[in-house]
Structures are given as structure tokens and as C-alpha cells.
């Protein structure tokens, strides 16, 4: 059957080919973590034409991959898979006619699933796959019955792709080194609205997605459900259920400002429009940094936007990491660490730098806490992940870590030149995939070299390639948390304290700052107090509970349930039934685990299969 998606890729390959060769990065890193052989043929454009079925819990369809050949002797595009089942594989030399070939699928790994080799020839530039993804065991995607909704009324379905999940629902090279176009076509039941990482369109059913712009794999995203638009400046708005989408829109109606402020930093917003896709509670990410619509965790929707430094991160997002992106996974550190910094200085600019400086204290502590629970080889910035889980690598450490060293170059050179400098760096590798070597030569040649006085001072070596963090790291300070440090010495002396003004940030440096064990009587009066059982900021909340599990403060147990079995965040849940004793925590979690996406699922599988119980 001709199909016009096929069509389009045809348009797509021939613009691609008219583009710079910058465009595509020079040369393709190794990934570990890809079985796909791009340095031999590589996929640059992926058309999707897809089903969503809920009943069947399956997406089923085809996709044509547009193949560049880069060594003439290739007889096969090796692609990446994970319990996708595969029904034919074809190929074509004009995008109109094709023929069906042999594929073979190879052992599928527990981590990085199953090779699958398509036969190719010399002339042959589509291959179409016919496919369609497990019922049960697709890693990227959450089925949500309508009870796990806000609305209750309509199934929902979403997909994760970072790091290494994208090829759990689509068959290709799923690396972030192999930068594809896109263009998608998704079928849904009547009434139900697809959204994809890329522009979007109002039409309930029939919209043709196009991302023109190459992206690495785990940017390319959906989600299916019940949702409704509003707008909340010229290019930007939410997307969410019916009953959220209010609230959301008055929560990030600063999204405007915050695009305009890295805008004036670091050049043009190049994706177009930038949306919010708000989710059910359980997604297991505060946010995901997809291009054109970031996808958010309800719980940072707290009334007051204390949360929405939240966005500013995602946001941007669009310059290190969608635009600029890591090779592999061991570079991680220059999305998330570069990400980090640009995020503290959006937040600078439009909250002030008392809130910025409170927020880089709060990551300070993380990474702190961090640095003490890993071994030495991951709190590198480079770090080494062969043969493990991506996921691995991915703590606060290439985060906070990262965002410290580019501090201490601002320091070393001042906001200006580093900004400049920034500014020149995403223009240069504007969209490539790039390896810490390719960024830090660059930083040598562009910055470094214009004050070797200041470079001097940076040991950058031992910043990305040792553990811990060198003698001359920067140490953030907040004026108001040494006011809150006081008043935790009189709270615990038994004075009263003064807390109207606090911030959400205030409250979680209080909390935080408290003796870890506390009598009975001192949970007791803390809640009475400031009544943090009923706390409506997640934030503050998840602390809370944090403090109640460690000091058995029974009266938060079914808020404590209540909460666990609702809000899937990783970074939440994770901490809370590493706490808890064993055999509380599996109690909860038989129940919770249905309602969580797959990520966080195998996340907590593995920690309570590694415990023992106490008794
Ligand atoms: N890209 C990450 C989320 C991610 C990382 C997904 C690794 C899968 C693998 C995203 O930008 C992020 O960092 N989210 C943070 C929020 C942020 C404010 C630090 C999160 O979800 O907690
Ligand atoms: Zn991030």
C-alpha cells in the first residue's frame, strides 16, 4: 500500500540531504549502550503510522526509516528493539514499491534488549517495519485504567524514552547519538487526543505530527488521553485533563518570561511553540524535557509557583540537551549539569537571586547526601557505564556536580565571558550530539584560551574525571537559610519561632536542618504546629513523610499510604520505602505498584528484592 507518511519521508531525506553536514555529527561515539550500526548505515528519519489500542494495551502500526549509507560493503541496518514483536520487514529504493526482506532478531539482554538485522542492499533507502509493542512489558509506556486519571472517565496512555526506552516502542538506532526528523501519524479511540514532542495541532483526531528539526531517539514522545489546551502566553500554554488544565495555566503563566530571559542569555528558543503536558500523578519524572511539550508530574502544581523552577530546568532543556545533547550516557553531565546551571540563572532573573541562591543551597545538600551514598566510580562526571543500566548514572551527581563546575568557571571568568561563550558553544554544536572530550575541547579553544590566568584556576581534569568535588568548588550560601538556621536553634530549644513568610524553599531548609532523630513528643509538636501531616506542597510533604517513616511517627501512616499509592515520582517514592522497614514497605507497595509507570517500578523491584527482612 502506498502510504503518503512514506511519501513524506521521501520529501524529508531530500531536505535532509540539501542541509549542512553539521547538521549530522561528523562522527558517530560508540554508545555501549546501542546495539544499532550507524557508522555503517544510519537512520535519519523516522515515520510513524500508528494505532493505540488500550484494550489490547498495544500500539501497533509500521515505521519506514530513512537509511543513509555511510560503507558501501553494509548488508544489514542493525536497529534496537525490546519486546517489540516484529510481523514483516520490507525495503525500498524509491519510498513506492517494496519488498519484503529477512530480518533476524539476536538474544535479548535484560538491560539493553535485542539487536534486530534488517537486510538491506546497496540501493535500498526505506525500511519499513510492521510491529507491534508488548501488552505487558514495554518499558517506555504506562497504561492508565480511568481510575488513575483526574477525570476517571478515559483510559490514558504516555511514553518515557530517556534514556534508553524509545526502542520498547519503536524499532530504530536508539542512541543520542543518532539524530533523526520525525513525522507521526497516530489513530485513537473517538474523544481521545494524541499530543507528540513536536508542534502540535487542535484536531481531536487526525493530526499529522512533523519534527524537522533531528533529535536523538529518547526525545520522541506521546501521550494519549482526555486533554484540553489552554494558552498561557503567544507560544506557550498547558495541556492537561479537563479539571487541571485551570490551575495549570495560572501555576506556569510565567512561561513566557522564563523563555524570554534564556532567550537574552544563551540566543533564540528554536523549537517554536514550548507547551507543558501536565500527566497523571504517576509519572515517574518531575519533568521530561520533550521538544515542543515538556511533560510535567502533577505535584509540582502547588498554588503559589514555589515549584516551577521545575520548568525553568525543562526549559532549558531546549539549548543543553535537545539542541546540544549528549553523545552517550556517560556525558550525561552536559545535559543535566549545563541544564542545572541555565536553570539557576533563569530563576535568578525572574525570582531573584534570594531564591535562586536558596535553591542552589538545597542542591548543594542533595549533592552532599549524593556523594556520600555512592562509590567513588559514580561520582564522576564522566562517568563509566559499560554493561550497566543508563539509569545508574543518574543521580544528582552529573546534575549538581555539573551545574558547581560551570559555576566555578563563571567565577574564574566572569558572567559575561561565560556567557558569551555559551551563547557561541550552542550555535556552534546547535543540533549534534557531542562527547565530554568534543565539549571540554572546546571550552579549551574558545574560553580557556582567552585567560589562561583563569583557566589556570580550574582543575577541570579533576572535576569530570575524579570522584568527589576539588578543593576549589564553589560552596552556595543563602542569607535566609541562616535565618532559618536560627530559628531551628530555637524550635528545638522549645521557643517559638516565626514562620509566616517562610517560602516553600524556607520550609524544606527547616525541615531538612532538624536533628534526623526526633523524640516522639518533638514529631508530635512539629506537626501540631505547622500542621505538615495535611501539607498540600509535595515537596514539603514528601520531607514530612520522609521524617515520619524514619522516626515511626504513626499518625502520618495513611497519608503516608495515601501518598504512595497515588504519586509514582521516583524521586519521591524511591526514599520513602528505602526508609521504611522492609516489611512496610512491601506492604505498601503490593498495593502501590500497579498505579506506577514501569521505570519506577523496576526501580523499587530491585531495592526491596536486595533487602532482606529484619526479622
Ligand atoms: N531529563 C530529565 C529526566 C530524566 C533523566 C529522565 C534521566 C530519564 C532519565 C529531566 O530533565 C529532569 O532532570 N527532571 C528532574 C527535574 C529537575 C527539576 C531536576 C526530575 O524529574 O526530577
Ligand atoms: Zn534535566
Redesign the pocket.
Known amino acids: 500500500m502506498f502510504r503518503i507518511a512514506t511519501l513524506f519521508s521521501l520529501i524529508i531525506l531530500m531536505n535532509s540531504c540539501t542541509r549542512p553536514k553539521a547538521a549530522h555529527n561528523e562522527a558517530v561515539a560508540h554508545d555501549v549502550h546501542s546495539y544499532g550500526n550507524p557508522a555503517e548505515a544510519r537512520v535519519t528519519h523516522v515515520s510513524l503510522d500508528l494505532r493505540v489500542v488500550f484494550e489490547q494495551r498495544t500500539i501497533e502500526g509500521s515505521v519506514v526509516l530513512s537509511v543513509e549509507h555511510l560503507s558501501p560493503k553494509t548488508k544489514q541496518l542493525i536497529l534496537d528493539s525490546r519486546s517489540l514483536q516484529i510481523d514483516e520487514t520490507e525495503i525500498s529504493n524509491d519510498g513506492k514499491t517494496y519488498a519484503e526482506t529477512h530480518f533476524e532478531a539476536g538474544p535479548a539482554d535484560r538491560i539493553l534488549g535485542a539487536p534486530l538485522k534488517v537486510d538491506i542492499k546497496p540501493d535500498t533507502q526505506f525500511v519499513r517495519i510492521r510491529y507491534s509493542t508488548s501488552p505487558s512489558s514495554a518499558a517506555a509506556l504506562q497504561w492508565l485504567d480511568p481510575e488513575q486519571t483526574a477525570g476517571k472517565e478515559h483510559p490514558f496512555l504516555y511514553t518515557q524514552g ?2 534508553i526506552l524509545t526502542r520498547s516502542w519503536i524499532p530504530l538506532q536508539d542512541s543520542p547519538a543518532v539524530r533523526v526528523t520525525w513525522d507521526a501519524r497516530v489513530k485513537t479511540p473517538a474523544g481521545l487526543k494524541a499530543v507528540m514532542s513536536a508542534p502540535n495541532c487542535m484536531d481531536t483526531n487526525d493530526c499529522h505530527f512533523v519534527m524537522d528539526h533531528p533529535v536523538p531517539s529518547y526525545l520522541i514522545a506521546l501521550a494519549v488521553g482526555d486533554l484540553k489546551f489552554q494558552a498561557t502566553g503567544p507560544r506557550t500554554g498547558v495541556w492537561a485533563e479537563p479539571s487541571v488544565v485551570a490551575k495549570a495555566a495560572n501555576e506556569f503563566s510565567d512561561t513566557e518570561k522564563m523563555i524570554e530571559a534564556a532567550e537574552k542569555l544563551y540566543g533564540p528558543y528554536r523549537w517554536g511553540r514550548y507547551d507543558l503536558l501536565i500527566l497523571p500523578p504517576s509519572f515517574p ?5 520533550n521538544p515542543c511539550l515538556t511533560f510535567a508530574t502533577p505535584t509540582v502544581l502547588a498554588g503559589d509557583k514555589s515549584l516551577v ?2 520548568v525553568a ?2 526549559l532549558a ?1 531546549s539549548w543543553s540537551g535537545n539542541l546540544v545533547t549528549n553523545a552517550t550516557w556517560s556525558d550525561f553531565w552536559l545535559n ?1 549539569g549545563f ?1 542545572v546551571y541555565i536553570e539557576r540563572r533563569i530563576v535568578e532573573e525572574l525570582y531573584g537571586r534570594n531564591r535562586e541562591e536558596m535553591e542552589a543551597v538545597l542542591g548543594y545538600q542533595d549533592l552532599q547526601d549524593e556523594l556520600k551514598a555512592n562509590p567513588v566510580r559514580d561520582q564522576i562526571l564522566n562517568i563509566n557505564l559499560d554493561g550497566r543500566d543508563p539509569d545508574e548514572g ?1 543521580t544528582q551527581i552529573p ?1 549538581e556536580k555539573g551545574a558547581l563546575f560551570l559555576t566555578e568557571v563563571e567565577e574564574k571568568f566572569g558572567r559575561a565571558k561565560l556567557d558569551a561563550y555559551l551563547k557561541g558553544y550552542f550555535d556552534h554544536f546547535a543540533f549534534q550530539s557531542i562527547t565530554t572530550k568534543q565539549s571540554l575541547d572546546y571550552m579549551r579553544t574558545h574560553l580557556f584560551a582567552q585567560d589562561p590566568a583563569a583557566a589556570a584556576k580550574i582543575p577541570v581534569n579533576e572535576w569530570v574525571y575524579q570522584p568527589g568535588l576539588p578543593a576549589t568548588a564553589p560552596k552556595p550560601a543563602s542569607q535566609a537559610f541562616a535565618a532559618v538556621d536560627r530559628e531551628i536553634d530555637a524550635w528545638l530549644t522549645g521557643k517559638p519561632i516565626e514562620t509566616a513568610n517562610w517560602s516553600t524553599q524556607e520550609w524544606l531548609h527547616f525541615l531538612r536542618g532538624l536533628p534526623e532523630h526526633l523524640s516522639a513528643a518533638q514529631m508530635k509538636r512539629l506537626d501540631s504546629q505547622f500542621q505538615l501531616t495535611q501539607a498540600t506542597n509535595n515537596e514539603i510533604l514528601a520531607q514530612w513523610l520522609l521524617m515520619a517513616v524514619r522516626n515511626h511517627y504513626a499518625p502520618a501512616n495513611l497519608r503516608l499510604e495515601e501518598f504512595l499509592t497515588t504519586v509514582g515520582r521516583r ?1 519521591y517514592v524511591k526514599p520513602l520505602y528505602a526508609a521504611m522497614d522492609p516489611k512496610q514497605a512491601r506492604a505498601i507497595y503490593e498495593k502501590a505498584r500497579p498505579m506506577y509507570h514501569p521505570v519506577t517500578q523496576s526501580t523499587i523491584d530491585q531495592m526491596l528484592a536486595g533487602r532482606k527482612e529484619s526479622k
Open positions: 530517556e534514556a519524572f518531575g519533568g521530561m524535557e523552577s521545575l530546568h525543562e532543556h543535566e541544564t543518574m546534575y524521586k
